[in-house]
């Protein structure tokens, strides 16, 4: 069973290599898209080979056309049993001058066998419309609706607006995501009579509008008119390369075949931005938008005198910094002004009551809060000094028109609390030097209703000294030389100074080592004294010493010095006492010159407590 | 006999010359080259003093007769020379003043004040001069004008001193006594405590709004901007005499700290130091 199956197989195997082999037989054709082309019209050049292993020319060089190789398609076809399999080499021929051309037939390699292909002739013409066909590509564009590939959309959010106010315009430039494009030009808006901001590139986005996917670039500007009556913004112009798919030619004339699409007409193929995807023809277009109209009134009459020319809708704030000062020192007033409008006609804040006040020209900031500069905030610091004492800052007036409510509005700041002292400065109202007053003028005009300036005879200002007085010098003291050269005579007393505390205290060091040694004597003589064992020379020569020491420490004496009236009188014995003492050191002086023989080997315990009571009896 | 009485007074006599050469070179070489350094260098001060002295008058005649671009191109003569005293620099703030530049003016009024604080004309002519100008101060806080008016940086460096000096004896006595007193310990106290109070007080003037980086603008119409650029945007307009306080400068900029807590950058040339 398996035998038969295997058998079988082999067979139509073998007859399946056979028919393609038979099918192979080797052939090649070159084709052109078009004969005929004008000048920058690309032809598709195909060399069609029939077999496989084949070598196409890699160049093909004719003067007059610049022929690029664009790709390769395999076909495999089969019928009745019969495999067929071509190579299909595609080439783009862009004429670049008029004339009659010839391909020359071109050689392709297969295996050993080499093949050659027709000459092909194009005939190129100066331009698409002075070609004598019909011309293909002409037919195409015309067939291409430009709104499908792209469009552009200018948004205008007002049709009635005032002299000077801002009116933001929105302009979207949409292409079809499909197309690709090359060179875009931003649309530029060109309108008599509105002055505008330049066009800036906001946010790009994918919309599918009517069906299609657009890439949408959003562009935002502001246009503001200078004078009343009716403008027209002409509709929006773009150009742009776009890279459309171009359709077969053989097929051009005739309709598709019909897609199971077609009948809901959804049939996506059925779009003429699908064509032959392979090949792309380049086309300059033209995006427009539809224009629009502006009615511009003029602003009402009656406006208020500080009125400057803003339009739309702010808010005023004011601060002053210091609260506190002399009179003629001067207090920085910040009025913010923030909102919507035409910002470059807002002009800083006026004094409601400019008298006993200098102004300086305020300078201004402005921070926008979008792309295009209609909203934001406007700072100005404007520098007054008060002239007399004051208790505040009189309140900042600041006027515009509000479109929305059609009317002028004057906003009015609150009056600042400050505290100005000292006494009013003579002519305070007009202290203006007219040095002054042209620098200010220079900087800023009047504000209007401000007191005119005045020129006023100079206050005098006292005698010359004639005595030139002692030179003198800008350094600090302490940057001098001198200043430090100066400080070692401190600093030399000082080590002076210590090195004699130092001495001192050696002094005194030493004192406290002898007395250390003394006490330590006095009681190592004491423990002596107490035990029982030493002789009567030994004894009485200890207590005769522990007298002296103890004297020594008291008097703060050398104690060989000590004798027993010394010692009586530092310690102010009775004379009892003075004369156990006496006593005491003759009995010493008896045993240690006449020796040990006098007297009795031993002493009596009723002698040695007598004596120790009067040894630790003596206390200064 | 006569003959050894003759030897002895001959030897006396070389040895007597012999003890006495040193002596009589010293003199010749040392002090004599000593007294003719002290006597030319005395000679050329006081000469110098004198040049000085007669230009000072010379300028002063001038502008006793209404001359005052003369007597100012005298006075600044004085200045460059090197010749710096309070009275100079208050008649060259004067003859400024009458020329009509009040900005001038009251950059050398401020300079008599600062080499000497109490200069009462300089002062009050100062007063005068910066209501004229309609000049611009930076603001000072109250203990620093306090402390600015109580005695001048010289005095506190003295004090500062002093105390110093004081404290460091107090101590060594502290460590080198047997038992600490409480006199001294106190005095060592005190005594740090008016060094640092002097040192810091010195500092801070120093560094101050009024310190040694304290300039005026001498130029009209100066503006301050926010960028190194004459098209940059204003901060502050400065009348001449107003005071600004240079941070740094950047080629032909300087970056001030300006009256009202503002900064900006003017131009170099607009304002001069107070301090030469």
């Known amino acids: ?620 | 006999m006569n003959r050894l009485i003759a030897n002895l007074s001959c030897r006396r006599r070389r040895l007597g010359d012999a003890k006495r050469a040193p002596f009589k070179r010293f003199p010749s070489r040392f002090a004599k080259r000593s007294i003719y350094g002290a006597i030319i260098g005395a000679f050329l001060v006081s000469s110098a003093f004198a040049q000085s002295d007669a230009h000072f008058a010379k300028a002063n005649q001038e502008y006793a007769a209404g001359q005052f671009k003369e007597a100012i191109e005298d006075y600044e003569s004085l200045v460059r020379g090197g010749q710096w005293s309070a009275n100079l620099f208050y008649d060259l703030g004067n003859a400024y003043f009458r020329a009509g530049d009040f900005g001038r003016a009251i950059l050398n009024y401020e300079r008599a004040l600062a080499l000497e604080p109490r200069h009462p004309e300089a002062d009050a002519n100062l007063r005068i001069a910066r209501d004229e100008a309609r000049a611009l101060e930076l603001a000072t806080t109250r203990p620093e004008r306090s402390l600015q008016q109580l005695v001048s940086l010289n005095q506190y460096a003295i004090a500062a001193s002093i105390a110093f000096w004081v404290g460091i004896f107090a101590i060594t006595g502290l460590i080198f006594a047997r038992r600490r007193s409480f006199g001294s310990t106190a005095l060592s106290i005190l005594s740090l405590s008016i060094f640092a109070f002097a040192t810091a007080t010195i500092v801070w003037i120093d560094n101050g709004n009024k310190g040694r980086a304290l300039a005026i603008v001498t130029d009209k119409g100066v503006e301050a901007r926010v960028a190194t650029a004459d098209n940059a945007n204003s901060v502050l307009a400065l009348p001449p005499g107003s005071e600004i306080k240079i941070l740094s400068k950047r080629g032909d900029w300087i970056y001030a700290a300006l009256p009202n807590n503002l900064r900006g950058w003017i131009s170099a040339k607009s304002a001069e130091p107070i301090r030469l």
């Not at chain 1, 409510?405 to 609150?414: F, N």
């Open chain 1, 1 to 620: 069973m398996f035998d038969l199956r295997c058998a079988t197989l082999l067979v139509l195997a073998g007859a399946l290599s056979l028919t393609t082999a038979l099918a192979d037989s080797p052939s090649v054709t070159a084709v052109l898209s078009n004969s005929e082309a004008a000048v920058g019209e690309t032809v598709r050049l195909q060399i069609r080979v029939t077999g496989s292993g084949a070598k196409p020319p890699e160049q093909i060089k004719v003067d007059g056309l610049e022929i690029q190789r664009t790709g390769t398609e395999q076909h495999y076809e089969m019928l009745n049993f019969s495999v067929s399999q071509s190579v299909t080499y595609n080439y783009t021929v862009l004429p670049i001058r008029p004339g009659k051309f010839k391909i020359p037939p071109q050689t392709v390699q297969m295996g050993s066998n080499t093949f050659r292909t027709q000459e092909l002739t194009l005939t190129v013409s100066d331009s698409a419309g002075g070609s004598t066909r019909s011309n293909p590509s002409a037919a195409q564009q015309s067939t291409v609706d430009p709104k499908k590939v792209g469009f552009i959309e200018l948004v205008v959010p007002k049709r009635e607006a005032y002299v000077g106010e801002i009116i933001p315009v929105v302009v979207k430039l949409c292409l079809n995501a499909r197309v690709r494009f090359q060179q875009i030009e931003p649309p530029e808006i060109k309108a008599q009579g509105l002055t505008m901001q330049k066009l800036e590139k906001g946010s790009r986005d994918m919309e599918t509008i009517n069906g299609a996917t657009y890439d949408v670039t959003t562009f935002k500007t502001a246009i503001a008119a200078a004078r009343t009556g009716k403008f027209e913004i002409p509709g929006l112009e773009s150009k742009a390369l776009a890279l459309l798919p171009q359709r077969d030619s053989s097929n051009r004339n005739t309709p598709r075949r019909r897609s199971p699409f077609d009948m809901f007409n959804i049939d996506p193929f059925n779009d003429p931005l699908f064509g032959d995807l392979r090949m792309v023809e380049p086309q300059r277009i033209t995006l427009q938008s539809e224009p629009a109209t502006l009615e511009v009134k003029p602003l009402p009459p009656n406006a208020p005198a500080n009125f400057s020319g803003a339009v739309g809708n702010f808010t005023l704030t004011t601060e002053a910094n210091p609260k506190s000062v002399q009179v003629g020192d001067p207090i920085t007033v910040k009025s913010t002004i923030a909102g919507r409008g035409n910002f470059d006609r807002v002009t800083a804040p006026g004094l409601e009551d400019d008298r006993g006040w200098h102004k300086y020209p305020p300078s201004s900031k402005f921070q926008k809060d979008d792309d295009v500069g209609i909203s934001g905030t406007k700072t100005f610091e404007m520098v007054l000094s008060p002239n007399e004492k004051k208790q505040a800052v009189p309140p900042l007036t600041f006027a515009y028109f509000d479109p929305a409510k059609e009317q002028y509005v004057t906003l009015r700041s609150e009056a600042i609390p400050v505290k100005v002292e000292g006494n009013a400065l003579p002519s305070a109202a007009t202290s203006t030097t007219a040095a002054t007053a042209a620098a200010s003028a220079q900087s800023s005009p009047a504000a209007p209703g401000s007191s005119t300036p005045a020129t006023r005879k100079p206050q005098d200002i006292l005698y010359q000294v004639t005595d030139f007085g002692r030179p003198q010098s800008f350094t600090p003291l302490y940057a001098r030389p001198i200043f430090w050269m100066t400080q070692l005579i401190p600093f030399l007393a000082l080590l002076g100074f210590a090195a004699w505390k130092i001495r001192q205290a050696r002094i005194d060091n030493r004192d406290a080592q002898r007395t250390a040694a003394l006490q330590h004597e006095a009681a190592d003589l004491m423990r002596k004294l107490r035990r029982d064992d030493s002789s009567p020379q030994e004894y009485f020569s200890q207590a005769s010493r522990a007298i002296q020491v103890k004297t020594a420490l008291a008097r703060k004496v050398d104690p060989n010095a000590v004798d027993e009236e010394v010692a009586a009188k530092t310690f102010t014995l009775g004379e009892t006492e003075r004369a156990q003492l006496r006593r005491l050191f003759a009995r010493n002086d008896e045993l240690r010159y006449s020796g040990a023989k006098n007297g009795s080997g031993s002493i009596s315990r009723q002698d040695r407590h007598e004596v120790l009571e009067l040894i630790e009896n003596l206390r200064a």
